[in-house]
């Protein structure tokens, strides 16, 4: 089993509970006994989706094909994730009301709105970082202060912070288990933000149990954005299969090639990445896509990189470069201009723990 056996099996037993083509494609490998268990559970960890695969094979009574030692392991990191998910959606709940009673609505973003809005059969299934919730200018500059108020305050205490992207510097509370970013946007590059905003995905967004949140459709399309543009998958040509799940899993609630299509600059990127899901999901309805000459071209490299891994790994370096001295250059500009940027990158360039990280950063990857 080479990885892109493995990593076409693992995507294949996200969807088992939901395809039934998939379910028996599934049990039939299982009962081979071919598996590389390893592989698998590499390709799980790195992608966050271990509890995902685990409860999707519980479901489908697949556990008893799985060596003992490897079901105790990812039973113990699910209950694990339970717990935490359980405590994420206790502090979700507890911000939403703080902010509703001083009259502004937070519209939760991700990972954390899924668990909220119960698109997940089992909370264990997804892996959540942050709360996220995205603001109107005018809430975004009063959740800060509300948070701050509420004990809130930088997960980071080097003493300076980069001026404000897309959203404001993670703040965490004592005694709470998750960091919280307030959004004014939901991109890192700035030419999509005129189409995919507040302003957009307010107007249909929903609330669910007294929770605002995205309608199915934004949230499909936010799962894409967040691996396709803000992670550089579209560069790179790769997905992240915790993307891709909640992508198949909202694909049940709405029509996601519609979702899409909706979109103008966005439409194309997004539509590879439906593209790529189809194609490792193994031909799903829900998830059919836009046949051009674009996706086609896209699919192919998307695909080569499991063909000719060294020369994927190449251009992947470049691309790092690359994208690394785009940043800094736009950096450069901005502190020109705006006297924020001229004294964060003085601080940042004077700052010896920054260059410390980095040298054990570069010595990790040797």
């Known amino acids: 089993m080479d990885y892109k056996e493995a990593l076409y099996f693992v995507a294949k037993c996200l969807t088992i509970s939901l395809e039934d083509r998939n379910k028996e494609a599934i049990e039939k490998q299982l009962q081979l006994n071919n598996i590389n268990w390893d592989s698998v559970v590499k390709i799980s960890t790195s992608h966050y989706i271990l509890p995902a695969i685990y409860c999707n094979l519980q479901r489908s009574n697949f556990l008893h094909y799985l060596p003992k030692e490897l079901v105790n392991y ?20 507890e911000l939403n009301t703080l902010l509703l009673k001083n009259n502004i609505t937070p519209i939760f973003l991700k990972g954390t709105a899924n668990l909220l809005a119960g698109v997940y059969v089992d909370i264990a299934e997804r892996m959540v970082g942050d709360i996220d919730f995205i603001f109107s200018k005018e ?18 205490k080097d003493g300076y912070h980069f001026p404000a992207g897309r959203h404001y510097r993670r703040l965490q509370k004592k005694d709470n288990i998750a960091a919280v970013e307030i959004h004014s946007e939901m991109f890192r590059i700035g030419k999509y933000r005129k189409e995919f905003n507040y302003s957009f995905v307010k107007k249909d967004s929903q609330v669910i149990k007294d929770v605002r949140i995205l309608s199915y459709a934004n949230k499909l399309n936010l799962s894409i954005i967040a ?38 600059k966005l439409s194309h990127p997004l539509n590879c990445f439906l593209a790529a899901c189809y194609e490792v999901f193994n031909s799903i309805d829900s998830l059919e896509y836009n046949k051009t000459k674009m996706t086609a071209s ?37 502190s020109i201009i705006h006297k924020e940027y001229r004294v964060w990158l003085y601080r940042r360039l004077t700052d010896k723990n920054w260059y410390k990280e980095k040298l054990v950063q570069l010595r990790f990857k040797k």
């Open 139 to 156: 809430g975004y500059l009063k959740a800060i202060t509300i948070l701050r108020e509420f004990g809130y305050s930088e997960v980071k």
């Open 227 to 264: 691996n396709q543009i803000n992670d550089h998958g579209f560069a790179f040509k790769t997905m992240t299969l915790r993307n891709a799940y909640d992508v198949f899993l909202l694909s049940k609630k709405t029509n996601a090639k519609d979702a899409v299509n909706k979109l103008n």
């Open 74 to 93: 990812m039973e113990y990191i699910t209950n694990l994730n339970r717990k935490r998910n359980e405590e994420i959606i206790t502090q979700a709940r």
């Open 298 to 334: 896209y699919l192919k490299l998307f695909n080569s990189q499991f063909i000719y891994p060294k020369e994927t790994k190449i251009r992947h370096k470049r691309l790092k470069i690359f994208l690394s001295i785009k940043l800094w250059l736009n950096i450069l500009c901005k």
